[in-house]
């Protein structure tokens, strides 16, 4: 390959340099796909993307979708904004999960771009799906196997963290409940490679089961696989853009700059039914 990156931990992540995003080659774009494949998340710093060039750029990684809650900016129904003013307390999504697991074909990508930024903190976690099943013991490989799950848009945790952007900009169309039933194991549909498929944020119970029920191993799935030696952190700089694939990817913004602003743009790509 001829990009130069660099990885950003042992276990994913990786920050490719040298490349201006909104004039990229076809060529750069499809290596570019490849490292991510390879890595789960990619970043760049340094990008000029007003928000006409951040939706052409999404375009060519896949087909930018709407966010089931809260509206696009001006002009731009597919860019959402992920902010936090200086006077609220909750980060928008600040909570380990894969975004919107609850619809039944959740994105395959997420784009996120960075706009004004805070003086320090606002980074952001991602952890490795892929790593945290290839690394269950047989027997819970074993025991997952054809287990499903439901996945909710309503659990109390992460309903509070989108509470201030509904508060201001919700749709008008935006349902009170979404969920849908995945795979606790999914299978990559580019890479062939299988994920584990659960979330804190997201993951109410097993299909067929109670909440009382699921609950302890959901939560062994869920701690397991935020394990630090599986995760990257990135730290954001104005212009950073984060592109991660959110069939094998949590991520998690850490909430931790209290009285400042932060203002990012974010993209989600259509994907495909988990299996």
Not at 96 to 111: F, N
Not at 189 to 208: C, D, I, M, Q, W
Request: proline share 7%.
């Amino acid at each position: 390959m001829s990009i130069q990156y660099t990885p950003l931990s042992g276990a994913i992540g990786a920050e490719i340099q040298g490349i201006d995003l909104a004039r990229a080659t076809d060529a750069e774009i499809a290596e570019i796909r490849q490292i991510w494949l390879a890595h789960n998340v990619v970043f760049f710093r340094g990008q000029t993307l007003p928000p006409a060039d951040f939706l052409a750029l999404a375009r060519r990684f896949g087909e930018p979708i709407e966010y089931p809650f809260v509206k696009g900016i001006d002009g731009f129904a597919e860019i959402i904004p992920v902010l936090k003013l200086p006077h609220e307390k909750v980060n928008f999504g600040g909570i380990w999960h894969s975004d919107t697991t609850y619809l039944e074909q959740p994105p395959a990508a997420t784009m996120l771009v960075a706009r004004e930024i805070p003086s320090h903190g606002g980074d952001t976690l991602f952890a490795n799906m892929t790593l945290a099943y290839e690394t269950l013991s047989p027997g819970m490989k074993q025991l997952l196997e054809g287990l499903r799950y439901i996945s909710s848009s309503a659990k109390a945790d992460v309903s509070r963290t989108r509470e201030d952007r509904i508060k201001d900009s919700k749709r008008d169309d935006a349902k009170t409940l979404y969920e849908a039933s995945h795979p606790v194991v999914r299978t990559h549909p580019e890479t062939g490679r299988k994920a584990l498929y659960v979330n804190v944020a997201h993951a109410l119970r097993f299909e067929n089961m109670t909440v009382e029920e699921s609950a302890p191993l959901l939560d062994y799935l869920c701690q397991h696989a935020i394990r630090p030696e599986y995760t990257c952190r990135f730290r954001w700089t104005p212009g950073a853009l984060a592109l991660w694939d959110n069939r094998c990817t949590l991520h998690n913004p850490v909430n931790d700059y209290h009285g400042q602003l932060r203002s990012m743009h974010r993209i989600t790509l259509a994907g495909d039914r988990p299996t």
